[in-house]
């Protein structure tokens, strides 16, 4: 087993991914685990949902970052598990990457990759808000919605560790990490949104 204490550093801004409306948010975790056949429960839906951070001031349509007892924004821990899945899941196509040779990507990630802490807590965070509009093809023709999010800006950082079970994990966690200069974590990611540079801080 080895952990891998990394700083990354967002060269992007980064968008908030949670609906900022309570009920909506509360009923998606748990139908969402419902059928993932996790055992969550109202209890373990309320912990994220207090997080949010209800302001009249934010829209009920626009996404936020949750917050933490002291009012500062953070990741959890399985959204970067989430940024490793899809990031492997890309990785798996190239010649010559680690990432090509992993089986059953997700379940190996899910059950023997952990970032840590639950609350990856930004530094340096300075908050903003993203429009930008949603085009769809639709039966009655183009729509178009405008979306908006909160957005940390550019130079904010994280610190995490990721423990991997088996050690040669460790290096798929590096090129993982790697591709996030690439592609980042976050909501429109395609358009370059929550790209990172990272820093190897230790290796135990």
């Given at each position: 087993m080895k952990t891998l204490e990394a700083k990354l550093t967002f060269f992007e801004g980064?968008?908030?991914?949670?609906?900022?409306?309570?009920?909506?948010?509360?009923?998606?975790?748990?139908?969402?685990?419902?059928?993932?056949?996790?055992?969550?429960?109202?209890?373990?839906?309320?912990?994220?949902?207090?997080?949010?951070?209800?302001?009249?001031?934010?829209?009920?349509?626009?996404?936020?970052?949750?917050?933490?007892?002291?009012?500062?924004?953070?990741?959890?821990?399985?959204q970067i598990k989430g940024f490793f899945k899809d990031t492997c899941g890309m990785l798996r196509k190239v010649k010559g990457m680690k990432s090509a040779n992993v089986k059953a990507y997700k379940k190996e990630i899910d059950g023997l990759i952990f970032p840590n802490p639950r609350q990856i807590v930004f530094q340096n965070a300075e908050l903003d808000v993203c429009q930008r509009p949603l085009r769809a093809s639709t039966a009655q023709g183009e729509r178009v919605a405008l979306a908006m999010s909160e957005e940390i800006k550019a130079g904010a950082?994280?610190?995490?560790?990721?423990?991997?079970?088996?050690?040669?994990?460790?290096?798929?966690?590096?090129?993982?990490?790697?591709?996030?200069?690439?592609r980042g974590i976050g909501q429109w990611r395609n358009s370059g949104k929550g790209r990172f540079t990272w820093e190897e801080l230790r290796c135990y």
């Open positions: 980064i968008l908030g991914t949670a609906p900022n409306d309570e009920d909506i948010y509360r009923n998606f975790i748990i139908e969402k685990a419902k059928s993932n056949g996790a055992g969550i429960d109202d209890l373990d839906a309320q912990e994220e949902v207090a997080a949010l951070p209800l302001d009249e001031e934010i829209e009920k349509g626009m996404t936020v970052f949750p917050r933490d007892s002291d009012g500062n924004p953070f990741l959890y821990d399985y950082y994280i610190i995490c560790e990721i423990t991997c079970l088996s050690d040669d994990q460790i290096d798929l966690v590096r090129e993982w990490l790697d591709y996030g200069k690439l």
